[in-house]
């Protein structure tokens, strides 16, 4: 597997990538006001899915080409965004079918987690980038997860001897680093759009159960159950009620990237 695909998620995903509202306006102004339209009108969005950033980026100025792997997730994003001004390509990161410098900005969104040669994706974007554009990783957020019982649901995979492998990079840090050893200047925006989210520990369970997540689609249907069915039981051991509210922070944070 060298890129992981969203087709098998496409029904829940707007569901499950719930982002505040205000933090994410927050974040695209000043995105705006440090890189205006005016001046970096070529946006590039790979892994661009349906269309969740990059719409709202349309609908700011930005003419916006974007990529993805999976024609069901660019499928839904054309329906949605007939009007706007954004051309839509299936395509692997690691292997881009544009020309050197051709765009004025990239944004990127929680990218290279899926992507097995993350660092020619890297290098790619780079190259179809103009040498004083940036390269902007942004991550909107957990949604609707509880990290926690995420790391769980993998833990009790591998006690039942179907770990779950590691697609891309494990920490956004990873590819920060490659960019700097390219000789580019590194810029973090963090802990500036927080907030706590309130999430529903019957709600992130049945989110799992249906495979609404990347790291769910990797073990057989045997395994699976016999992980939610462990899971269930732990979590009613411990809170009694499965409607129990948890309280995750969480934030959008970006990182801006130029040679």
Known sequence: MHSLSFNPLITLYDETRTVDARCFRAALDLLIERFPPSQFSRLFEPGIGNGRVAIPLAERGYTI?????????????????????????????????????????????????????????????????????????????SGAEIPALNARYKAVCTELAWPIPVVGVESTRDVVAYYEASGCHVEWLCDRWTWTAHIHVDQALEHIRARAYSFTTFAPDVIHNEVMRRLTLELEQRYGTLHTGIAVPNQVYMVIIIR
């Open 65 to 141: 080409t974007g990529a993805d792997i999976s024609p069901a997730m660019l499928c839904a994003g054309k329906a949605r965004a007939m009007t706007l001004p954004i051309v839509w390509h299936q395509a692997d990161v690691t292997r881009l079918p544009y020309a050197d410098a051709v765009f004025d900005m990239v944004v990127a969104t929680h990218l290279f987690y899926f992507i097995r040669d993350w660092q020619q994706a890297a290098a790619e974007l780079l190259r179809v980038t103009r040498p004083d554009g940036p390269i902007i990783l942004m991550h909107t957020g």
